[in-house]
């Protein structure tokens, strides 16, 4: 049995200048756990939800299609 001790290792986007309204990803945890952590950026000792890195994925591409409009 392996064990991962890897602690994410948290970032916001590079387009995230919007006055802390943003999230944090720890896309460091992909390969190894097959997970990416999420967590509000102004509560980082908050919850966190770890989506699959699949689903992330998927939902990236998606942004970058532009399959996701605000209001």
């Known amino acids: 049995m392996t064990t991962t001790t890897e602690s994410p290792r948290w ?11 943003c999230v944090e990803v720890a896309a460091n945890l992909a390969a190894t756990r097959g ?3 999420v967590r509000d950026s102004k509560d980082p000792s908050g919850p966190v ?5 699949t689903s992330f994925a998927t939902f990236v591409t998606g942004v ?3 399959q996701f409009h605000a209001s």
């Open 35 to 37: 997970i990416v952590p």
């Open 64 to 66: 970058k299609a532009g």
């Open 49 to 53: 939800l770890d989506v699959s890195a």
């Open 11 to 21: 970032f916001t986007s590079s387009y995230s200048n919007n006055g802390g309204a």
